[in-house]
């Protein structure tokens, strides 16, 4: 990411589009801006931005529809929706279709430029192999987990004990790096059984696997709660 990054916002709000688009700019980004789909992709089949801010609620045709169209795109930005404070499941579906993150209106200022920059980071990581992934090893907080032996390590190489579901968990983890996980995505990658609204079973396991990982359990930053929605590992 540099200080010419691209950012789009596609928002049928023009006081909206324009407030973010003064911001950004203010913090070094470059804009464009699109009122509904349509306008969206004429914008994008003239210039190739990073990140698109997708307003979910669009008239006529929806954010969602949108986020569909892009997916497989070879050239797709990475996406953050604008979603309005109570809409849950908007927001859990735009996740599950391949969203980066969202944010709820109103829009706070300074956490968009954190979310932003915490998504095209994420996204610039993702094309640097990692060397240690490349060997089957992965870093997750204080300890690296050895996907070959199935097996968990201290920075010093010390073996920690580690269940076949507390694996499966980490591994699952894994393959989805920055990507929001709700309970039910959890126990069906796992290979648990099937989930039970009321179950909480994830809930502890992650809770004893953060004890594992984590420097400060009780603040934990590499395997995240993301509230109503589920948990994320982002290490960066």
Known sequence: MDDATLICI????EPLRAMLAEYLEKNGFRTVQA????NL?????SCEPALLLLDINMPGEDGLSVLRSLQGEERAP????LTAAGETVDRIVGLEMGADDYLAKPVDLRELVARVRAVLRRSS???????QAAEGRLPFGKTWLDLEAAKLYDRDGKPIPL???EFNLLKLFAKNRGRVLNRDQIL???????????DRSIDIRISRIRKK???NPSKPVVIRTVRGLGYIYDPE
């Open 10 to 13: 596609c928002d049928d709000e």
């Open 188 to 198: 069906e990658g796992a290979h648990d059984r099937e989930w039970d609204p009321f």
């Open 35 to 38: 009122h509904d789909a349509a």
């Open 41 to 45: 992709r004429e914008t994008l089949g």
């Open 163 to 165: 269940t076949a579901m």
């Open 78 to 81: 990475r996406i953050i929706m």
């Open 125 to 131: 990581a993702k094309e640097v192999e990692d060397p």
């Open 213 to 215: 990982i984590e420097h």
